[in-house]
Each structure stands twice: as structure tokens, then as C-alpha cells.
């Protein structure tokens, strides 16, 4: 059975660059891989969020991709550089799947 792409290719217009932490370089300083290279649904809005210390986190803007951009990982951590210039870090992401267990979309919050 084929299910609904509830994030389609057609409204995925922004580029994004997905970056995860693997390891350090000779200076100490995190090496960076690109995870994902390509499109999304990039919104931006403010909403803050508790975190289990107590501590208020704003979250600044989500990503929505069609299907899985990172099958060989449970979840995704690093950085993501939007449209040239606007660099965020990945606070918390989501795959959400379908009933027979594909991945439909994937769903990153950044800070």
C-alpha cells in the first residue's frame, strides 16, 4: 500500500545543508560530515519550550523533509546551515512513520 507524502518534493523550496559531529580534528575542534544536502520546509516562529532541569528554550524554526534524510541514524544531532547564511543547531528531531514502519517525513526543531 502506498501511503501520503505529507511533506511533498513540491513544497520543500529552501536550501539546507545537515551537518552531524563525527569525531576531532588535529586542533581539537568537532569534524563535521553533511548528513543531508538539498530542499525543505523551512518555517521560522518563536516557541519556547521547558526542558526537563527547568531550563526555557527558545526555539527559533523547523524543517520538514520528505522521507528519511539520515537511514543509517536513530536520531540526528549537529548544526544546519539554511539559505547561505542563517546557521542554526538541531535541538530535537522526529521521524514520523508510517503504519508498515517507512519513514513518511522527517522533522527537525532548531535553536
Known amino acids: 500500500m502506498k501511503y501520503p507524502q505529507l511533506v511533498p518534493d513540491k513544497v520543500c523550496k529552501t536550501p539546507i545543508t545537515v551537518y552531524r559531529e563525527s ?14 544536502e538539498g530542499k ?9 519550550r521547558m526542558t526537563a532541569d527547568k531550563q526555557i528554550i527558545t526555539l527559533n524554526a523547523v524543517a520538514l523533509f520528505n522521507g528519511d534524510i539520515a537511514p543509517d541514524a536513530d536520531t540526528i544531532e549537529g548544526d544546519v546551515d539554511v539559505l547561505s547564511g542563517i546557521h542554526r543547531h538541531i535541538y530535537a528531531s522526529q ?10 517525513y522527517t522533522r527537525l526543531e532548531l535553536i
Open 23 to 36: 569525531g576531532l580534528n588535529m586542533d581539537g575542534s568537532p569534524k563535521r560530515t553533511i548528513t543531508y
Open 95 to 104: 521521524k514520523n512513520r508510517n503504519p508498515d514502519g517507512t519513514v513518511n
Open 40 to 48: 525543505c520546509n523551512y518555517s521560522e516562529k518563536t516557541v519556547q
